[in-house]
Structure formats: C-alpha cells, structure tokens
Nanobody, 131 residues
Framework: QLQLVESGGGVVQPGGSLRLSCVAS????????MGWFRQAPGKEREGVAC????????MHSDSVKGRFTISRDNAKNTLRLQMNSLNANDTAVYYC????????????????????????WGKGTLVTVSA
C-alpha cells in the first residue's frame, strides 16, 4: 500500500511560520514528482508547490512565491513545505501528493487539476492563520 501522511498543521498568527511534512510509506518517494496542494472551505483545490526528483526543479504558485519553500529528503522519504509570512488567505487543508510521469509544470500548473485522479494523496493537515 502506498500512503502519504501529512503533519505540522496548526493554528498560527498572521506573519508567523509553519513547517509541514509529508512522510511516504509503501513506496520509494524518489521515483515521484511531489507536490503540496491546498483547499480552503468553499474553494477549489489548488497547487501550492511542486518539486521534481531529484529536487532540482520547483514550482511555486504566485500567491506563495517568496514565502513558501518546497523541499524533499528522499533518504528520509519526506516532503516538506516551509511556510513563512502566513496570512489569512493561507488558511486551508494542505495535501501532499505524489505523481509519476509528470513534469513539475504539469503537476502544479494551471491545468494540473486534469491530473488529480492519477495522484496519490495524503489525507491533509489543517493550517489556520488567525489573530
């Protein structure tokens, strides 16, 4: 069985930081393009950041660029998302995802939703940004 388990979510004040982690089990993460996605209440799921394997290529959405950084540690089978300067618009459930045979641009780009059915998904971790 292939599983992705997110952790690190919680409540943080605006301007604060959180670090999310996603641990893969049942498969070797190094064969997969990985990504973070989020879904706020009443809104569509959107790509946040994606990273190739090895992690030379990354893509971050315009809304998080300069604030969030995606990284991976294949030796630890772990994907991470460092989130800084958080604001209320970052409040969402954050999901870890893994895909094969996909470029970073395809996984996280504007048309990435067409590929969601082929992704392995974690169950999500909630990030709440509130004063």
């Amino acid at each position: 069985q292939l599983q992705l388990v997110e952790s690190g979510g919680g409540v943080v004040q605006p301007g604060g930081s959180l670090r999310l982690s996603c641990v893969a089990s049942g498969f070797s993460l190094d064969s997969y393009v990985m990504g973070w996605f989020r879904q706020a209440p009443g809104k569509e799921r959107e790509g946040v950041a994606c990273i190739s394997s090895p992690g030379y290529n990354t893509m971050h959405s315009d809304s998080v660029k300069g604030r969030f950084t995606i990284s991976r540690d294949n030796a630890k089978n772990t994907l991470r998302l460092q989130m800084n300067s958080l604001n209320a618009n970052d409040t969402a459930v954050y999901y870890c995802a893994a895909a094969m045979r996909l470029s970073v641009r395809a996984m996280c780009g504007s048309a990435s939703g067409t590929y969601y059915g082929s992704f392995y998904w974690g169950k999500g971790t909630l990030v709440t940004v509130s004063a």
